[in-house]
């Protein structure tokens, strides 16, 4: 099956920055700069997020170390994105359109349809995403959050081009412990399923993510660059 992406020139200064022109094949192997010169990546995503809710945009709330990211990079001020929040994963993920890269399947989970097979949407395996491009070019890759972009054998970040991963893997949860989905799991760490017994006990998802990710980086050998979502 010939895979496709919309990924031309990757350009990151402190997040990410992507091209929508033309649809190109990646059926030949990705090559890059080779060296110490790569930059390490780090993607940073908010769910539900409001514009205003940093200081560097107007809220009272402080949050000095969001604001130090923007006011020393760059600060898109008429930026645009999908009212829900899968939409805007896939678009992160694909740099396309929902519909060419969503395929519509019930959500399933060991065999049994869940939700009356509600948000169920997988990212199409015939997109090349972002992690899988910077996979072939050498990269080091390891997501932590909200994935809810396919569940089946397959679609999981553990097949999609991170080395590593701890997520959560369906839709909406509670981030604590108890799961507000009749799901058999709702996080896998490093493509296996947890069940929700398997957390720690003072388990809070925003604040596990976050070690997580740090825990990756300070692992990091310096062999290799690395992109941590």
């Known amino acids: 099956v010939r895979r496709y992406s919309n990924w031309l020139i990757l350009a990151f200064v402190s997040l990410a920055g992507c091209s929508d022109r033309d649809l190109v094949g990646t059926d030949e192997e990705v090559s890059g700069p080779s060296g110490d010169n790569r930059p390490n990546i780090l993607y940073i995503v908010a769910d539900d997020l409001g514009f205003t809710d940093i200081g560097a945009f107007g809220s ?22 999908h009212s829900s929040c899968q939409a805007s994963r896939v678009r992160m993920m694909a740099s396309s359109g929902v519909s060419p890269a969503l395929e519509i399947h019930p959500a399933i989970f060991d065999g049994v349809a869940y939700n009356g097979g509600e948000r169920g949407n997988l990212l199409s395996l015939n ?24 569940a089946l054998e397959g679609y999981s970040p553990a097949t999609r081009g991170f080395e590593r991963s701890f997520v959560n893997i369906g839709a909406s949860n509670s ?3 108890e799961r507000i989905y009749e799901y058999p799991f709702m996080y896998q760490d490093d493509g296996v399923n947890l069940a929700n017994e398997d957390l720690p ?13 740090i825990e990756f980086i300070q692992s990091n050998d310096g062999e290799q660059p690395w992109f941590a979502f």
């Open 60 to 81: 009272e709330i402080p949050t000095p170390n969001l604001d130090k990211l923007a006011f020393s990079g760059m600060r898109m001020t008429n930026f645009h994105a």
């Open 175 to 177: 981030h604590f412990a």
């Open 201 to 213: 006990a003072d388990f809070y998802a925003t604040r596990y993510y976050t070690d997580k990710i």
């Open 127 to 150: 997109w090349a995403i972002l992690p899988e491009l910077l996979q072939d070019a050498g990269y080091v890759n390891y997501i932590a959050g909200k994935w809810d972009l396919g």
